[in-house]
């Protein structure tokens, strides 16, 4: 796993933004179908476009794309990766 | 085989809503949703199919079958689900047939285009029944995008027979076939590569062992169950109980000793 002190939220991704995810601060049903759907700590994650207010953002995950309520993507802690 | 023995044949009518034929092998069809599983169920079994819902539950449920050298099949359709282990009801439905329903076969479809994604469903059927062979289909869309799949690569990764497909054209069907009777009839015995936990989770697993095959005595894969009561699966708990008629306080006291 990629150890970085500076993350930020999956929501504040802006679309074209690529990240990796450092960290899955949910709990139950949802933590599980997250994981499910191939996003653990470590899988690269594009934004690839928001919706007009922000909610829901649809991110590349494993080469599918999903769409995530702005609540539950802000409990997903992720390192922004164009940095390199 | 052990669709024929007369005990399993009540279990399956009573609990699944499927009545297999003497000497028929049970499949079950697993995958994603949007893998084009019904694309493969329809050309594997065509127009004999059987339509209806799961006893008690508003989750469609598709019979058919077909015949490949002289031996039947049922084909089974489960819903399409990305996981067995989260509580929708449609992957109830699929983990409790592929579970307790104990199908000779469990066939399960990937979709080439995105196999990460797909692979974590192959994985946790592979967790429960060593009896699989995995279908990596969508590959006409796969070429199209010149994504090129390994197969005999991810064959020796997982352990199991695996087939590429596209069920649209028909391509790969009749060695599907093939393998499915092969795995049916125990002529080949897949051998499914075991995940290996953390540590801590593995020690506790084996502290669970003993109990756990005492309880169950060799009706599910004890790792298995291990795993879920670590997971702290109440559902699945309860549901245990009901299919090996079994008291859900002892399991969860016994566990907890």
Same mark, same amino acid.
């Given at each position: ?13 802006? #679309? ?27 899988? #690269? ?35 922004? #990766?164009?940095?390199? | ?60 449920? +598709? ?78 869309? +796969? ?23 596209? +069920? ?90």
């Amino acid at each position: 796993m990629i150890q970085s002190a500076d993350t930020r939220a999956l929501s504040t991704l802006n #679309a074209g933004e690529s990240c990796w995810v450092a960290a899955i601060e949910l709990n139950g049903l949802l933590r599980r179908r997250i994981l499910d759907m191939g996003m653990v700590p470590g899988t #690269a994650v594009e934004c690839v476009r928001r919706s007009p207010a922000g909610d829901p953002i649809a991110f590349k995950v494993r080469d599918s794309i999903i769409a995530l309520r702005h609540d539950d993507a802000s409990n997903i802690k992720v390192h922004i #990766a164009n940095k390199f | 085989m052990n669709s024929t023995s007369e005990s399993h044949q009540q279990m399956l009518s009573r609990h699944f809503g499927i009545t297999p034929a003497a000497n028929q092998f049970v499949v079950a069809l697993a995958g994603n949703p949007n893998v084009g599983k019904s694309t493969v169920f329809n050309a594997l079994t065509g127009l004999r199919q059987h339509t209806g819902n799961w006893p008690g539950k508003t989750v469609d449920n +598709a019979q058919g079958t077909f015949t490949y050298q002289d031996q039947s099949f049922l084909l089974v359709d489960l819903p399409g689900t990305y996981s067995i282990l989260a509580h929708s009801v449609e992957e109830q439905v699929a983990r409790d047939f592929i579970c307790f329903g104990r199908p000779d076969v469990t066939l399960v479809v990937l979709d080439a285009t995105c196999l990460e994604r797909n692979l974590n469903l192959a994985l946790q059927v592979m967790e429960i029944t060593p009896n699989i062979v995995v279908c990596v289909n969508l590959m006409d869309e +796969a070429r199209k995008k010149n994504i090129q799949v390994d197969i005999k690569a991810l064959e020796q990764e997982l352990g199991v027979p695996v087939v590429a497909t596209a +069920a649209r054209s028909h391509e790969g069907l009749e060695e599907l076939q093939a393998v499915l009777y092969q795995v049916a009839k125990r002529n080949l015995q897949p051998r499914p590569k075991r995940l290996v936990y953390s540590p801590e989770v593995e020690a506790a697993v084996e502290q669970l062992l003993p109990k756990i095959n005492r309880l169950i005595d060799h009706k599910l894969d004890p790792r298995w169950v291990a795993l879920r009561l670590l997971d702290g699966d109440q559902n699945f708990i309860d549901t245990i109980s009901v299919h090996l008629e079994l008291n859900p306080l002892q399991i969860t006291k016994e566990a907890a000793v």
